[in-house]
């Protein structure tokens, strides 16, 4: 094969270790397009074409995530990954940790990582690369990968649900959450939310918000069921999509521009956590992106004039 068809080969499994290392879709995209830059550049082609660009795609996303660290400090309220509406790398052998790498928790949790143990957990516990590689891939001895190791699934597992519904039982509470929404359904959200639910959302001050979240069971349905009529009234629409790889939904206006998305995390049969992605920087990958602050003037508006 020429060289891009071994890139074009290899280019979903470089955008997935990039994309987990940095939870940011547009820099894990740059990081891909840098690594075939060096690639075309490289004067000898490499033994083994998947451990050079592997390990290229991680030095780099390594660098880029040591300064959008800072960045992520600085940011306004609540930093949530740029969602995945899908992993363009299938392994069947290790569909488990390829799915349960890419949720939101589980990327966020990585974000309590320094950058080289999230790469070398990336690298090791969801990819499978072994530790001669991984060592490679960051610089260090393969002792000391072993040891950042065992350091980052020490803080992966202590952060996890103990629990985790299985696909089909995911998929069916979602699917009974998003009717109860569709018809403003209080007492039927209420039933599928845990008491100590959580709605979040990450706008980076570019987006309506509701303030730095709402809490509990009651409040979490009452404003759901708020939302949702005056939305369908001027024309928005609800759809449900799988975002990094768990239930979730794509909100619409009238135009079919993206105003945000939705993901779910779920645990014992209820909904934990709802997350909302509502800065339009982290939305412009999924195609044209509303102007949030106006749908959401409109239906207040279409809420107003039916009371």
Same mark, same amino acid.
């Given at each position: ?18 994309y ?21 550049a ?33 940011y ?37 990582l ?6 070398v957990?990336v ?24 040891q ?6 020490r ?5 996890r ?11 069916e ?7 109860a ?5 209080v007492?039927?959200?209420r039933?599928?939310?845990a ?5 979040i959302?990450?706008?980076?001050g ?6 730095k ?15 949702v ?10 759809e449900?999509?799988?975002? %990094?790889?768990?239930p ?11 105003? %945000? ?9 209820q ?7 509502? %800065?339009?920087?982290?939305l412009?990958?999924?195609?044209p ?17 039916? %009371?």
């Open positions: 094969m020429t060289r891009a068809e071994e890139f074009l080969e290899l280019r979903p499994l470089l955008f997935s270790i990039a987990r290392i940095l939870g940011s879709v547009s820099e894990a995209e740059d990081a891909v397009q840098e690594t075939w830059l060096r690639y075309e490289s004067p000898t082609r490499p033994a083994s074409t998947k451990a050079f660009l592997s390990a290229t795609v991680s030095r780099i996303a390594i660098d880029v995530l040591r300064s959008a660290r800072v960045r992520r400090e600085e306004a309220g609540q930093w949530f990954p740029e969602p995945l509406l899908a992993d363009p790398y299938e392994d069947p052998e290790r569909s488990a940790e390829l799915a349960d790498s890419v949720s939101m928790a589980a990327l966020l949790l990585l974000e309590r320094s950058p080289l143990e999230r790469a957990f690298l090791r516990e969801v990819f499978g690369f072994g530790f001669g590689e991984v060592a490679s891939a960051v610089g260090r001895s393969e002792a000391a990968c072993r950042l190791a065992v350091r980052a699934r803080h992966m597992d202590a952060g649900a103990r629990f985790e519904a299985d696909r089909r039982e995911r998929a509470l979602a699917e009974r959450f998003f009717d929404f569709r018809e403003g359904d007492d039927g959200l039933k599928l939310l008491a100590d639910v959580q709605m959302g990450d706008s980076g570019k987006g309506p918000l509701w303030g979240g709402v809490f509990g069971a009651a409040n979490v349905a009452r404003t759901l069921a708020a939302i009529a005056p939305f369908a009234r001027i024309g928005g629409v609800v449900p999509h799988e975002v %990094n790889g768990r979730g939904a794509i909100f619409r206006d009238r135009d079919g521009n993206v105003v %945000n998305i939705l993901a779910l995390d779920t645990l014992d049969g909904i934990q956590t709802i997350r909302a992605v509502l %800065n339009p920087d982290k412009r990958h999924l195609g992106v509303a102007d949030a602050w106006a749908v959401v003037r409109e239906a207040n508006q279409a809420r107003r004039s039916t %009371n």
